[in-house]
């Protein structure tokens, strides 16, 4: 396929980033964008003129003529709107989160297996410069076989809050779960790896004043310690603490890789340091080899988000579909593997801290036992299976802090309109 990939964009602000590669890359161009936000549409309208169409509704949507559809939706919306793209003959690339239950993550795996359409699960973590250079180490055999990692993405967001929940109170990331939003901690050294996870257990932060000025219900971190399919262990850690942290290591039986960390002002996760033996068990002297990471797509990366990474979410997304076997995506079951960890973490954590079996739904007969499995802490999904948002109990949120947020949300429109 030598023809540009036509795209469409539901969700206007996340989905900038991705509209912008459409924009700068040579292999996909975009033709459509939805969103219910009609002022966000206006602004876009704005910048792309008649070139693009512009939707509100997403089945009519659909109905455009289109090779690929790209979800920066709501988190807790992708998994239903990745199956319907599906099902109309799109290729789906699904921002984080993959689903928010385990009904809906049979649903998505049997969309993709039955219409041969093609889920990329747009981690964009991974594709950092010092997780991307560790993963390519790693399958070369450079630090040997995976025996201990650790991930790290942790976020304040309070200085941000009016900008991503626009003040509603029922926005998704008010009523998330402690470990809920796992993927850009756990999913980088499932990718580095290629292991399973196969048991979890789950920790909450119980201190949550921070969150309660904010209007989010939830624990302010979670953290999930994981065991791999091979007895590996990782301890991956995510959400509001204080000052924030992008780090990640991993452990074999040759050696140690890791990136800098953001204070050591090394140049973090574009930093990589490897130390290892030429093989297990000589124990030669430290070396350790430090390098910045150079970038594949150095103009690309410098005019997109994330230090480069949703550069390359979109390119081998879009190589993909044309055809290129080579393209590094994260398909369906990956992305399943790098969040329920999470998922089942909470479970962990409302039972007491005991550790929790993760299926593996590659298998038909294990996804039986979830096929009407709903639990979640997002009403309008868990039906009679709801769950706390908190694992002492919900908590009440006076509205005067949500009108609150709107107001500063609102200031901040106003600039953007001007």
Known sequence: MNRKVKVGVIGVGRGSSMMNYCKLAQNAELVAVCDKWEEGLKLREREWGDAVAYYTDYDEFLKHDMDAVVLANYANEHAPFAVKAMRAGKHVLSEVLPVQTMKEAVELIEAVEETGRIYAYAENYCYMPAPREMRR?????????????????????????????????????????????????????????????????????????????MGAKGGAFGMEMVELENGGIVKSIHGGLYKNSIWYTVYGSKGRMESAREDAEAGDVHQVYINADAYSGEYGPNKVDAYKVPAQFPE?????????????????????????????????????????????????????????????????????????????????????????????????IDDSVYDLIREKWLVKLAEQEK
């Open 137 to 213: 180490l790693y399958r070369e055999g450079k630090i040997g076989e995976f025996e201990y990692g650790e991930g790290e993405y942790v976020h304040n967001c309070e200085s941000i809050w009016p900008e991503i929940t626009y003040g509603e109170k029922d926005h998704w990331r008010n009523g998330m779960y402690s470990t809920f939003y796992c993927t850009h901690s756990m999913g980088p050294i499932i990718h580095i790896t290629g292991l399973r996870p196969v048991r979890v257990t789950g920790f909450e932060g119980t201190k949550i004043e921070r969150n309660l000025r």
């Open 300 to 396: 690309l990366e410098e005019k997109m988000g994330h230090g480069g990474s949703d550069v390359y979410t979109m390119y081998h997304f879009i190589e993909k579909i044309k055809g290129n076997e080579e393209a590094d995506v994260i398909d369906v079951y990956e992305a399943l593997d790098m969040f329920l960890p999470g998922l089942f973490a909470y479970r962990s954590i409302l039972a007491g801290g005991i550790p929790m079996e993760i299926p593996n739904l590659r298998d038909k007969a294990v996804r039986e036992q979830y096929r009407n499995d709903t639990a979640c802490t997002d009403p309008k999904a868990a039906g009679d299976m709801l769950q706390p948002n908190f694992s002492k109990g919900n908590v009440e």
